[in-house]
């Protein structure tokens, strides 16, 4: 089975420095990672994804993230750092059941971001 | 075009009702995904229905349950509630299942709490 980690669960960083929310994972096959966002009393919302091609996602708000094989990552970063910013994280990889041949998402247990003014 | 919509967003039952949840996709999107949010557990997948039709199931007992209408309107429905099931139930919606590389848009999720 498929499995994401994010091994903080707290991030600091100051305002207006770059930030960087780990991810690693483990799958069998080609990796379909995702990153979202929760802030407080609401769902989540979708930055960005991995399927294939560049290593280097760009998404939403100013976020991206960098899929490393090798190293089995992918680690949410953004270069400077908003007061906004400051969140949940979670990291996502589709989970294949072979015998059904049906789809679902696991999640990482998240990260807090705080950035701080 | 308007997001996913949960109702209602707060909810306060006591041990041994019954609740029921409702989500509405996004206009077009026939995948509805339901997850269970606790501070302990993190998010966990509960069921998914497509086309009226569950297609996957999480680990969850069966007093945890769900449907589909055909306009892809879903509700989820928890008997017999226990203080455990106190948690933010979010729904998500995609517009095919199965596709994974489809990308899951989460309402804002209906806030559970059991006394």
């Known amino acids: 089975a498929q499995s994401v980690a994010q091994p903080e669960d707290q991030v600091n960083v100051a305002e207006g420095n770059p930030l960087t929310v780990k991810c690693t994972y483990s799958?069998?096959?080609?990796?379909?990672l995702f990153w979202y966002v929760q802030y407080p009393n609401r769902g989540l919302q979708f930055l960005l994804k991995?399927?294939?091609?560049?290593?280097l996602v760009k998404g939403s708000y100013g976020f991206e993230a960098e899929f490393n094989k090798s190293q089995t990552s992918f680690h949410l970063k953004k270069p400077s750092a908003l007061v906004s910013d400051s969140a949940l994280y979670f990291c996502a990889v589709r989970d294949i059941d072979e015998s059904s041949g049906t789809y679902k998402y696991i999640f990482g247990t998240g990260t807090r971001l705080k950035v701080l003014a | 075009k308007a997001g996913v919509t949960q109702t209602p967003r707060y909810l306060i039952k006591t041990r041994g009702q019954q609740v029921t949840l409702s989500c509405s996709p996004i206009s077009g999107h026939r995948s509805v995904s339901w997850y269970q949010q606790t501070p302990g557990q993190g998010l966990q997948f509960l069921f998914e229905?497509?086309?009226?039709?569950?297609?996957n199931k999480g680990n969850f007992p069966g007093r945890f349950s769900g449907r589909q209408f055909s306009n892809s309107r879903s509700e989820m429905n928890v008997s017999t509630l226990e203080l455990g099931d106190s948690a933010l139930y979010l729904c998500?919606?995609?517009?095919?299942?199965?596709?994974?590389?489809?990308?899951?848009?989460f309402g804002p999720g209906t806030r559970l709490t059991v006394l």
């Open positions: 991995y399927i294939t091609g560049d290593n």
């Open positions: 998500a919606s995609s517009y095919a299942s199965g596709a994974g590389t489809d990308t899951q848009y």
């Open positions: 229905y497509f086309s009226e039709t569950q297609r």
């Open positions: 799958v069998s096959g080609n990796p379909y």
